[in-house]
Structure formats: C-alpha cells, structure tokens
Nanobody, 116 residues
Framework: QVQLVESGGGLVQPGGSLRLSCVAS????????WRWYRHAVGQEGELVAS???????TYADSVKGRFTISRDNGKNTLYLQMNSLKPEDTDIYYC??????????WGQGTQVTVSS
C-alpha cells in the first residue's frame, strides 16, 4: 500500500507564496494523472491542478497563472507552487493519484491559510 504525504502548507499573507509537496512512499505504476484537490470539511471539493503521465497540465480557472503543478519522478514527488495567494485560496489541499486500472490514492491533506 503506497502512502502519500503532503507538506508545505501553512499561514501566509495575501500575495505570498507556498510550495506544497506530496511524496509517495514508493513508486506507483499505472498512473493516469497526479492531481491536487482542495476542500474543507463539509464543503464541496475543487480540482485545482492536474498533470498526466505524459506531462500535460490543466488548472482550475481560479488558479491559472498563479499556481504551477510539477512532478519529480525520481523522487516520487508531486509539487504545487502557489504564488499571489488570495484569502479565497484558504483550504485543505490534498494530492491524489488517479490509476485507471488500479486503486487510487489520497494524501492526508495539508492546511493552507491565507490571511493578513
């Protein structure tokens, strides 16, 4: 069973930056895409960004131009660089591995708070 562990969240002022990381405990085969979601308890989630196994990226309109998703296969790590953060970016961020022919994986989440 592969585990995903996020880190990098915290408190930042509006306009600031954070970089989230998601480390897999081991290599994952059969990956269709790596994704970052965000949602708070009791609220509907939002797909923030996605990167396919071929490197194609997509972003939610709300974060385009501000967030960048990337991955380092050698380190089994997914990143989310978040710039120009806004209070409405406050949420719990989760990494997710989509495996079309196998079990999907979720991380435990990391809190991002944007406030002055």
């Amino acid at each position: 069973q592969v585990q995903l562990v996020e880190s990098g969240g915290g408190l930042v002022q509006p306009g600031g930056s954070l970089r989230l990381s998601c480390v897999a405990s081991g290599p994952i085969v059969g990956v269709g895409a790596w994704r970052w979601y965000r949602h708070a308890v009791g609220q509907e989630g939002e797909l923030v960004a996605s990167i396919t196994n071929k490197g194609t990226t997509t972003y939610a309109d709300s974060v385009k131009g501000r967030f960048t998703i990337s991955r380092d296969n050698g380190k089994n790590t997914l990143y989310l660089q978040m710039n120009s953060l806004k209070p409405e970016d406050t949420d719990i961020y989760y990494c997710y591995v989509d495996r079309p022919f196998g079990e999907d994986y979720w991380g435990q989440g990391t809190q991002v708070t944007v406030s002055s």
